[in-house]
């Protein structure tokens, strides 16, 4: 009933919005451009012929469209604000997706509990766009259970949503115990959830078809592949889309031998989409790997401050119904390390 209840709201905010934008839309703002929900994509074309090192806040067209985004989702101070009071800043970590921080000037009081500071992310991966609607109903799904940033706008081509002054984890952090208990607990919940979304789990095998496709529509032979000595060891020469098609099919051999449960999962849980708040992140003792493994649980960090918060899982671009061991096993091969799969596998 409460999925119901969200996801009918979800539509009903959707198409409020829609409403409210073709209203506005007739009004004369001579200083704003003329923008109803179709037309946000156009914020792609500006950002894709920006240069890497360009101050964003002298871009007065990706400016305005900016200003007009926040005004209309999250109102308040924002609406009354001039343009000039609005900062944008480029946060660098997005894979596939562009991320900025969208600040208010402190001289502007709050009027209605808005926020003075949103993420603004815009999708650039054609997948992504594919599935908006799923990965909409997941995002709000989770803003909801408190198991990710709240959720403040839906337009196309991106969403609004809360900033978390945070930093991602390191390979050696999410290997530590504690943490990997507290990763643990936390993608357990993720788990349970119950998603209104498609229950089979074929993603991974229709992604890795889909990809090989795309591989072998590209020329033979004009790219050259340097592979670190580290790696090479464990890579068969030479590699060909015939080779990696006879690994596909092993692969889909072995899951469906396989008895893991299906589960909504994550599909890309690195160290990268875990987030420490940043209250905590100076808090956070870090030995080598090899002090904590000799001197036991008792030289790493219990607890990240006094109040203990959450960690926070973000980017569920590619989450998904899927077999729940194939997660575990992502996070093994990032942290090279069985210690979080052990506690996975207890918490479920």
Known sequence: MQILTFSMNLKLVSNETRKKMSSDSTDEEPQRPRIVDGHFRGMKEILSTMEPDTDLNTVSELKERVHLL?????????????????RISRIKGGMSNMLFLCKLSERHRPIR???????????FNPETESHLVAESVIFTLLSERHLGPKLYGIFSGGRLEEYIPSRPLSCR??????????IAKRLAKVHQ??????????????????????????????????ISDEYSSFIPEPVTCQTIAREFDHLRLMISKSKSPVAFCHNDLQEGNILLPKASSGNIR??????EFENGPTNTLSAFNPADPKLVLIDFEYASYNYRD????TISSSTRSTTIVTRLLFTQ
């Open 326 to 329: 194939l997660t575990l096993q």
């Open 113 to 123: 509990n808005e926020p003075d500071k949103v993420l603004l992310r815009v999708y």
């Open 286 to 291: 870090l030995p080598s790997l090899s002090d």
């Open 70 to 86: 926040c005004a209309r989702f999250l109102g308040g101070a924002w609406k009354n604000a001039p343009l000039d009071d609005l």
């Open 193 to 226: 959830l119950e998603v209104p979304i498609w229950k089979e789990p074929d993603y991974i095998c229709d992604a890795l078809d889909r990809w090989l496709y795309q591989l072998m529509q590209t020329p033979s032979g004009e790219s050259t592949f340097n």
């Open 173 to 182: 952090e999410i290997a530590l115990s504690a943490m990997s208990g507290k």
